[in-house]
């Protein structure tokens, strides 16, 4: 596996970083951001699937618009979405690169990809349980 990560982009450098600004934000464009990572992990929860010997999950609502649910709640739900879309990548891209050369060495990854796949699930649905809060709590238009 190269040393860059399918799931984040590089890492900025110091200099393309706010000096004590923290994180940088840029908008639109994090949304997008995280909607690619978003999209990716369900990609790479397919292969684990797959692994496992289970069955493709249909893509519902909730799982497609949670992206743009954050990118439009904003704040601290948006910083903890980013952070927890950071964290499923951290814990699924080693995970598949464990279970593909298992896989690759004719050894059976089943067990070890259905307990990748648990704790994905478990994982998303905290996310998508803090985009229920935020669709919730979002102000309600008048017709």
Do not use: C
Not at 20 to 45: I, N
Not at 49 to 76: C, H, K, Q, T, Y
């Amino acid at each position: 596996m190269n040393a860059y990560s399918s799931f984040a982009p590089p890492a900025q450098t110091a200099s393309a970083m706010l000096p004590g600004a923290g994180r940088p934000e840029f908008g639109q464009a994090s949304a997008s951001a995280m909607g690619m990572k978003w999209s990716a992990l369900h990609d790479a929860a397919g292969v684990v699937a797959a692994l496992a010997g289970l069955a493709a999950e249909p893509v519902r609502p909730e799982i497609r618009n949670f992206p743009a649910l954050m990118r439009d709640s904003g704040g601290a739900r948006r910083m903890i979405a980013d952070q927890g879309v950071d964290d499923l990548a951290a814990l699924m891209e080693p995970g598949l690169a464990a279970l593909l050369a298992v896989h690759a060495r004719g050894v059976n990854p089943a067990p070890a990809a259905l307990a990748l796949w648990q704790e994905f699930h478990a994982a998303r649905n905290a996310l998508l349980a803090l985009g229920r809060t935020a669709a919730r709590l979002a102000p309600r238009r008048l017709a």
